[in-house]
């Protein structure tokens, strides 16, 4: 299996890409509502995840970043206070990529993350790795899962250059661009 990217779409809406960069909100669940930036030359899709929850996908028009989102909530913040458990659940959400990998193990990395905490791993396709990849397929995926104030972010950044600047905007907005929107009081 290369490392295609995938995503379950039962509802979306595209959101065309504009000149400029922009920012997106995006109700996850009940009345809790995220900022999205939107790099310049990116598309948002919103739609549902696998497990039904709200789904997101930022792709770019040249087809060589494709970043998913999902949400879960942390109302006990124990996600965000062990490694451990976040490490366990990429065991089970990442699995998929570590046959296929050069590193053939999940090699666990923490991140620091605006009010909270995160971990990640990369996983290079042996099959691609040193090539280029045809389209559709990239020779990295970078998983990971962030969370802060009760709210954890499953993240898949597929690309094939982790030194790209489209890479590095990829884990600026997982770490910290993409963020909670405050709430507004109800009158």
């Given at each position: 299996?290369?490392?295609?990217?995938?995503?379950?779409?039962?509802?979306?809406?595209?959101?065309?890409?504009?000149?400029?960069?922009?920012?997106?909100?995006?109700?996850?669940?009940?009345?809790?509502?995220?900022?999205?930036?939107?790099?310049?030359?990116?598309?948002?899709?919103?739609?549902?995840?696998?497990?039904?929850?709200?789904?997101?996908?930022?792709?770019?028009?040249?087809?060589?970043?494709?970043?998913?989102?999902?949400?879960?909530?942390?109302?006990?913040?124990?996600?965000?206070?062990?490694?451990?458990?976040?490490?366990?659940?990429?065991?089970?959400?990442?699995?998929?990529?570590?046959?296929?990998?050069?590193?053939?193990?999940?090699?666990?990395?923490?991140?620091?993350?605006?009010?909270?905490a995160g971990t990640y791993c990369v996983f290079t396709d042996e099959k691609l790795a040193g090539k280029t990849p045809p389209p559709g397929e990239f020779v990295y995926v970078t998983a990971?899962?962030?969370?802060?104030?009760?709210?954890?972010?499953?993240?898949?950044?597929?690309?094939?250059?982790?030194?790209?600047?489209?890479?590095?905007?990829?884990?600026?907005?997982?770490?910290?661009?993409?963020?909670?929107?405050?709430?507004?009081?109800?009158?």
């Open positions: 299996m290369k490392f295609a990217a995938w995503f379950c779409l039962l509802v979306t809406v595209a959101s065309a890409a504009a000149p400029a960069p922009r920012e997106e909100i995006v109700e996850i669940f009940g009345r809790r509502k995220f900022v999205v930036p939107v790099p310049a030359g990116c598309t948002l899709v919103r739609g549902l995840d696998r497990g039904g929850g709200v789904g997101l996908r930022l792709a770019n028009a040249d087809g060589t970043l494709d970043v998913h989102i999902s949400f879960a909530a942390d109302p006990t913040g124990e996600i965000a206070g062990s490694a451990r458990v976040r490490k366990e659940i990429m065991v089970d959400a990442f699995s998929e990529f570590v046959a296929d990998s050069k590193e053939k193990a999940m090699q666990f990395e923490e991140i620091e993350v605006r009010g909270g990971g899962v962030r969370v802060s104030r009760g709210v954890a972010v499953l993240f898949k950044i597929f690309n094939n250059d982790l030194r790209a600047e489209d890479y590095r905007e990829a884990m600026a907005l997982v770490r910290e661009t993409l963020r909670e929107r405050p709430a507004t009081p109800l009158l």
